[in-house]
């Protein structure tokens, strides 16, 4: 039997940290985010490019970062340079607002972590956060091409942290070390945003098209409907995401959150509400039951995110996650431009 290409650390030192401790750092070494030996023959192909089929294919005639305007954006303190501030649309709106350049020659790839409490869980020695780190790493390392950028946005709480895009390995292994060491967040953090925040806002902020890569578990703090009629409060975003960019889904999950095991008596607490509940799983009854709602729960999100027009890949923390990608990315590579194809009579 082959050895796996990657897999979370199964030790039960590490497991029993991950679910009995509070989660104070990373659970993973940037070293063990994405073998790159294992990725160099496969590639992330991009089907939805800029306002072009080849834009992004070849280089351009001049050097730099490129000289024709893109559209504005809100400044960040301490990331944005402020030689690109944009004085007229500043004067309008009150409120700083820098212009990006765009250069032919580069793709950009962005992803957003989510990075609320409910994330900092998992029973096989990896968190959910960090199993979604490792996505963005190994789709970064799958996607990386000669002037294409990457960039990052880390969604907590407390608001939106934007990592600026940046090109070449070395961006992108300073991207992974600042997702990695951004402080964990604790557990009952007072919420001012949500995943459907996050995502419009990237969708609001980085307009130039390309592919986007939403990692979350996808589990809304208090939605306790199972209907796949219903609409997720995150679905109009990515569907409107999806309209203009090549959006990938990456939701994270672990396993005892579909299949509960037998271990008796156990204390279920969410980390973002107050609720708390003595459950035994000992009844086969009650284990069974869970297991269905967990079940109806991922369908919804399943079919939620086809709706919306995403691609979509499940990992789980107890499996080899770059396995998981590669088999994805070859089956997706044959179907993704039909995906995300505009319809009949539009312009790409």
Do not use: C
């Not at 992108?172 to 604790?186: H, S």
Request: hydrophobic share 40%; no cysteine; net charge positive.
């Amino acid at each position: 039997m082959a050895a796996p290409l990657h897999s979370a650390p199964h030790s039960s030192t590490a497991a029993l940290r991950s679910v009995v401790e509070v989660p104070r750092a990373a659970t993973l070494p940037i070293s063990q985010l994405a073998p790159e030996a294992a990725l160099r023959r496969l590639e992330l192909t991009i089907a939805r490019r800029l306002d072009g089929f080849l834009h992004g294919d070849h280089l351009g005639l001049l050097p730099g970062a490129g000289s024709e305007h893109n559209d504005a954006r809100p400044y960040q303190p301490g990331q944005d340079d402020v030689r690109r501030m944009d004085w007229a649309v500043t004067a309008r709106t009150t409120v700083p607002h820098v212009r990006d350049t765009v250069a032919d020659r580069e793709l950009e790839v962005w992803a957003l972590l989510d990075a609320f409490p409910k994330m900092n869980w998992g029973t096989a020695g990896v968190t959910k956060r960090d199993l979604g780190i490792a996505a963005i790493a190994t789709i970064g390392f799958l996607g990386q091409r000669q002037g294409d950028r990457f960039g990052g946005a880390i969604l907590r709480p407390d608001g939106i942290r934007r990592l600026p895009a940046g090109a070449g390995r070395t961006a992108l292994y300073g991207l992974l070390r600042r997702l990695l060491t951004d402080p964990i967040v604790p557990d009952h953090t007072p919420a001012r945003t949500s995943l459907a925040d996050g995502i419009e806002h990237l969708n609001r902020t980085e307009r130039r098209r390309g592919l986007r890569v939403i990692v979350s578990d996808f589990v809304t703090a208090g939605d306790t409907e199972l209907d796949p009629d219903v609409e997720p409060a995150w679905e109009r975003p990515i569907r409107h995401m999806s309209a203009r960019q090549q959006v990938l889904a990456v939701e994270v999950v672990d396993a005892r959150e579909l299949d509960f095991p037998n271990v008796g008596e156990v204390l279920i607490r969410d980390p973002e509400t107050t609720f708390e509940r003595y459950v035994n799983t000992s009844d086969s009854g009650a284990r069974d039951r869970m297991n269905a709602v967990a079940a109806a729960q991922r369908e919804r999100i399943r079919i939620a995110l086809r709706r919306a027009g995403a691609g979509h890949i499940q990992l789980r923390t107890d499996a080899d996650w770059v396995a998981d990608i590669a088999r994805f990315v070859l089956a997706y590579r044959r179907v993704a431009s039909r995906l995300h194809a505009p319809p009949r009579g539009v312009a790409r």
